[in-house]
């Protein structure tokens, strides 16, 4: 069965301070891509990024970075010089064929 | 501009009435998907379709029931058969089932009063 987790629920930090998001994923394919979205109080899931199973190299896009390490399951998100702007909640997605799971989120509040 | 509807933003529907949350998009995607988010549990999955005429259950289907008469539309209804129907629900879409990324509305809420 594929299962994501989230074991933040809540993250609080100053702006300008650096913040991980983390996230775990089980799955017995060997095919999959995980994923991240962010939902602003809008509520919209606005789509961050699309890694696959078989590319490991990080990613960094402006103040945004990925890390994905196959050996431990992870795929974890890194805000660089947070601002108040990032604060909403972060989904974490494991999508293998025709499933996609969800983790429980972590609502990151950024505070001035 | 392309992207996904979903209307209303905020519904109330009173206990035992069934109710219909519309989802349309013009993103010309084959797949349509409807979650379901509920505070501390993430999304989960009511149904998907990945084609016209066609949908399959999701992970929490019970007291929900879709159509996909069109390729553009994925209407939910909520039926009285849901016991605890207040929550968010999304709306999704996407190329294909495959593993591309799928592509959000702005979500409805859902009150039963």
């Known amino acids: 069965a594929q299962k994501v987790t989230q074991a933040q629920t809540e993250i609080s930090v100053v702006e300008k301070e650096d913040v991980t998001l983390d996230c775990v994923y089980e799955t017995r394919d060997t095919t999959y891509y995980l994923f991240w979205y962010k939902q602003p109080p809008s509520g919209e899931l606005v789509f961050l990024i699309r890694r696959n199973s078989f590319d490991e190299q990080n990613e960094i896009s402006g103040r945004y970075s990925w890390n994905f390490q196959k050996s431990t399951s992870s795929f974890n998100f890194t805000i660089t010089a947070s601002q108040v702007v990032d604060s909403a909640v972060y989904f974490c997605a494991l999508r293998t064929f025709n499933d996609m799971r969800f983790g429980a989120g972590t609502r990151l509040t950024v505070k001035p | ?113």
Not at chain 2, 29 to 57: C, E, T
């Open chain 2, 1 to 113: 501009d392309g992207g996904i509807t979903q209307s209303p933003k905020y519904l109330f529907r009173k206990e035992g009435q069934n109710v219909t949350l519309s989802c349309e998009q013009n993103l010309n995607h084959d797949a349509m998907y409807w979650y379901r988010q509920d505070p501390g549990q993430g999304l989960r999955l009511i149904y998907y379709s990945q084609i016209v005429n066609d949908f399959q259950k999701g992970d929490i289907a019970e007291g929900y029931s879709v159509s996909r008469e069109k390729k553009e539309s994925f209407p939910l209804t909520v039926t009285s058969a849901q016991k605890n129907p207040t929550a968010f629900y999304l709306c999704a879409s996407s190329l294909g089932t495959d593993f591309t990324e799928a592509f959000f509305g702005q979500g409805t809420r859902l009150t039963v009063v």
